[in-house]
């Protein structure tokens, strides 16, 4: 399930520690940043933007061009995906 509220200035090692089995974070994110992220990712189109999931301690998880699809990748691996400020 989805829950979109703040999380003030959380760090990855808090998120970490509230549960990396639990809690996932979703990111919008620029093809420059998913390169550093997501290093084995295929070439992408410049200028679009991607959504990614990761564990609560930052391990990339998933990536997709919709939000939802992240959401739903979340709930169907029982975490709860939460969006960072």
Same mark, same amino acid.
């Given at each position: !399930?989805?829950?979109? %509220? ?8 808090? +998120? &970490?520690? !509230?549960?990396?089995? $639990?809690? $996932? @974070? !979703?990111?919008? !994110?620029? #093809?420059? =940043?998913? =390169?550093? $992220?997501?290093?084995?990712? /295929?070439? +992408?189109? *410049?200028?679009?933007? @991607?959504?990614?999931? %990761?564990?609560?301690?930052?391990? /990339? +998880?998933?990536? &997709?061009?919709?939000? #939802?699809?992240? &959401?739903?990748? &979340?709930? @169907?691996?029982? +975490? *709860?995906? #939460?969006? /960072?400020?």
């Amino acid at each position: !399930m989805f829950h979109d %509220f703040e999380l003030g200035n959380q760090t990855t090692q808090n +998120l &970490a520690q !509230m549960g990396t089995n $639990a809690i $996932a @974070y !979703m990111r919008e !994110m620029t #093809v420059e =940043k998913i =390169k550093t $992220a997501f290093p084995d990712t /295929p070439d +992408l189109e *410049k200028g679009q933007t @991607y959504w990614a999931l %990761f564990g609560a301690d930052g391990e /990339p +998880l998933m990536l &997709a061009s919709e939000r #939802v699809d992240i &959401a739903s990748s &979340a709930f @169907y691996n029982n +975490l *709860k995906a #939460v969006m /960072p400020n």
